[in-house]
């Protein structure tokens, strides 16, 4: 039997199995058919084994019930929804805030968005809640609600009906009352102000001499009451209405009932009497009454009236109301 009695460092050594002459003698390092399939074995398992590491990884520190973004809409009105492209609210509430919004919209018939966004694209805050709301009503009626990350600011925007009910006044008031909760961080708590604020006003309904002003026509549009009538009203005027028909067919019938003769005596051509009276209507002189009308002097913004709600045009020709505040 012959020993080796090589030092065990000269296979660390890439010239170790190497013969004299330089020509590979064997080994791993020195045979190409051998080492090559085997780094491109270690490799792949190498790679294997980071992915995993890197998806193991990202499961343990993806935040609890967050998995994704998705809008949230409500099972009851596809005109109520919450959509946290922001990632700033939980599951949870999320579900609370849905809640919220589905009970407004479905007591007042209008549509109700919540929404976060970290990227607006280039836009204003104003437009991206004008054209984010537009984009899912097809009414024009109800209210957006947004927090902006990447402008810092939170904001809301009111069309149709609801520019009646949440008036400047009453939209400043939203807002102060959601701010503390916005500089503190606490996002959930701003948009339930909100809601809770909203749904406050739209039961108060809408203030007596609201106006709208257009500031970008620069005009007025005064809020008509609607005309109602309670179920005990119209009670009342049917059975008067009832009673008055009634007196009046049986005082005709008894005025104007008639006893007929008997056919063969009776002559019509002896008993009709016909007189026609010819009568002419000269003109004599005309009056005409001049009076005038004076102008609205009322200053620009709504001034002169108590409760205003300012407007614009969207990008989509529709007037909004609306405000925000930066945080």
Not at 33 to 40: C, I, L, M, N, S
Not at 114 to 119: A, E, G, N, R, S
Not at 132 to 138: I, K, M, R, V
């Amino acid at each position: 039997m012959i020993l080796d009695t090589r030092n065990r460092s000269d296979f660390s050594s890439p010239d170790s199995c190497r013969g004299r002459s330089g020509s590979n003698a064997g080994g791993i390092s020195g045979d190409p058919f051998f080492a090559e399939p085997v780094r491109a074995g270690l490799k792949a398992r190498l790679k294997g084994f980071l992915a995993l590491s890197l998806f193991v990884t990202g499961f343990v520190f993806l935040p609890a019930g967050k998995a994704s973004a998705a809008p949230v809409y409500s099972e009851k009105t596809d005109r109520a929804s919450v959509d946290d492209m922001a990632d700033l609210l939980s599951d949870e509430e999320e579900q609370e805030l849905l809640s919220l919004a589905e009970e407004i919209s479905l007591d007042n018939n209008m549509d109700i968005r919540v929404v976060t966004t970290d990227d607006t694209g280039g836009k204003t805050t104003r437009s991206f809640s004008d054209d984010y709301f537009e984009s899912l009503t097809d009414t024009y009626e109800g209210a957006c609600y947004l927090i902006d990350m990447d402008n810092r600011e939170f904001y809301l925007t009111t069309e149709g009906r609801m520019i009646w009910y949440l008036n400047d006044d009453r939209r400043d008031t939203i807002l102060d009352n959601a701010y503390e909760y916005a500089s503190s961080g606490d996002f959930d708590a701003v948009f339930r102000s909100m809601l809770s604020d909203t749904k406050r006003f739209l039961k108060q309904g809408v203030e007596h001499g609201t106006v709208q002003y257009d500031e970008d026509t620069g005009t007025f549009t005064y809020y008509s009451e609607p005309k109602g009538v309670t179920s005990g009203e119209g009670l009342l005027a049917g059975l008067i209405g009832l009673l008055t028909a009634a007196g009046s067919y049986l005082g005709i019938r008894a005025k104007y009932q008639l006893k007929f003769p008997e056919k063969e005596n009776y002559s019509f051509h002896d008993n009709v009497h016909l007189n026609l009276n010819m009568k002419q209507d000269s003109f004599v002189r005309r009056f005409v009454t001049h009076r005038r009308i004076p102008r609205n002097t009322g200053g620009g913004g709504g001034g002169g009236h108590s409760h205003t709600s300012t407007t614009h045009h969207t990008s989509s020709g529709h007037s909004a109301g609306g405000g925000g505040r930066k945080f």
